[in-house]
């Protein structure tokens, strides 16, 4: 067999249908210039030198910022667990302030205002 005869029946490039052979080399084309506008946009943002003051970028950095979506995180259970309980261990200090401040808070407002006493839910358990 000879080579010609392979890339047709193989689907070469001279199997497709003459419209699709078009659509194709017009995507690659498409994916071309993307390239060229994308390098040409990132020529165009590069850093000046380190004397020359401020970065010539959309937002100050010299680079337009990434967006994506993340869909998903692998991270090991353990070293999750771990971080939960220093998580935990370092919220205690915080609640114990929070607690202070709020009865702090309390006492003040019972000596400033009187009058709410009356409204304090007193709860007592029968021996």
Do not use: C
Not at 35 to 56: D, N, V, W
Not at 59 to 74: D, F, K, R, W
């Amino acid at each position: 067999m000879t080579d010609a005869h392979l890339s047709l029946a193989d689907g070469g490039p001279d199997d497709l249908p003459r419209t699709l052979r078009r659509e194709r080399e017009a995507q690659r084309e498409a994916r071309e210039r993307e390239t060229r506008e994308r390098a040409a946009a990132e020529q165009a943002y590069a850093p000046e030198p380190a004397l020359s003051g401020f970065a010539s970028g959309p937002n100050g950095y010299g680079m337009e910022p990434l967006s994506g979506t993340v869909t998903g995180i692998e991270i090991p259970f353990f070293r999750l667990m771990a971080f939960f309980v220093k998580a935990v261990f370092a919220a205690v200090p915080a609640l114990i302030i929070l607690g202070i401040i709020l009865w702090s808070m309390g006492q003040m407002l019972t000596a400033y205002a009187p009058w709410l006493l009356k409204l304090k839910i007193l709860i007592t358990i029968p021996n």
